[in-house]
């Protein structure tokens, strides 16, 4: 829904590397991706990455794809789907869908499900949440339930508030805080969950009209286990 129709149609290529420290003896994490994006029209477009993904001194191959449309001038839906040959860290299966609906005055509702399948068991998170737009911000909020058989379910949520500059609005920089309970996969257990809080800030600058620079650095506190830093 923040997609503007007067964006001509575009393709980006993104290179990304994610580095984050662990407190209490844990490994870093590190994820790097390749990224391909494609506006083929006003609020539709498709999307296909590679991630190599390692943790805890494992490593783990993930590829994905999802697909955005239009449904009305009002609403949008979107479908991705990621998987896994090795799987010991990230889900071996994950899909999910999303609907994003503007009720008029700047206020957009969004809500979705998605499954993840590990090989210690299944995830169920059911999302919803509501944006506003106030001329150059965006300020949202997030809620998040996970569902696991017979182990229970976790809750948590994100408040984000973003600013757009530059020409056509096309930078940003933003804040996002999060809490709650959190559901995590530890290769060395199983599935389980733990108390969350994090904060971060990301961003994207453009440095012309091919070349841009997106970033993200942030805290995430994973109850007592360990606090990612990156």
């Given at each position: 829904p923040s997609i503007s129709s007067a964006h001509p149609p575009r393709t980006e290529a993104r290179l990304a590397l994610q580095m984050e420290g662990l407190s209490n003896g844990q490994g870093d994490w590190q994820d790097a991706s390749f990224e391909i994006t494609s506006e083929t029209a006003p609020r539709r477009r498709w999307?296909?990455?590679?991630?190599d993904v390692r943790r805890f001194s494992l490593r783990d191959d993930q590829f994905g794809a999802g697909y955005v449309h239009p449904l009305s001038s009002r609403?949008?839906?979107?479908?991705?789907?990621?998987?896994?040959?090795?799987?010991?860290?990230?889900?071996?299966?994950?899909?999910?869908?999303?609907?994003d609906a503007g009720v008029g005055g700047g206020w957009v509702l969004n809500t979705g499900l998605s499954e993840r399948r590990y090989q210690t068991g299944t995830v169920r998170i059911l999302h919803a949440g509501i944006d506003r737009y106030v001329g150059s911000l965006r300020l949202a909020y997030s809620s998040y339930s996970a569902f696991v058989a017979d182990r229970g379910h976790s809750l948590s949520h994100a408040a984000t508030i973003d600013h757009s500059y530059g020409t056509g609005e096309a930078n940003l920089v933003g804040l996002t805080v999060s809490a709650g309970r959190e559901l995590e996969q530890d290769v060395r257990t199983a599935l389980r969950v733990s108390r969350i809080r994090?904060?971060?800030?990301?961003?994207r600058h453009w440095l012309g009209s091919r070349i841009g620079v997106f970033y993200t650095i942030g805290v995430h506190e994973q109850g007592s286990l360990y606090t990612r830093r990156g």
């Open positions: 999307h296909a990455a590679y991630h609403v949008t839906v979107s479908v991705d789907g990621q998987g896994s040959v090795s799987h010991r860290i990230v889900p071996r299966l994950q899909v999910g869908g999303r609907v994090a904060v971060s800030v990301r961003g």
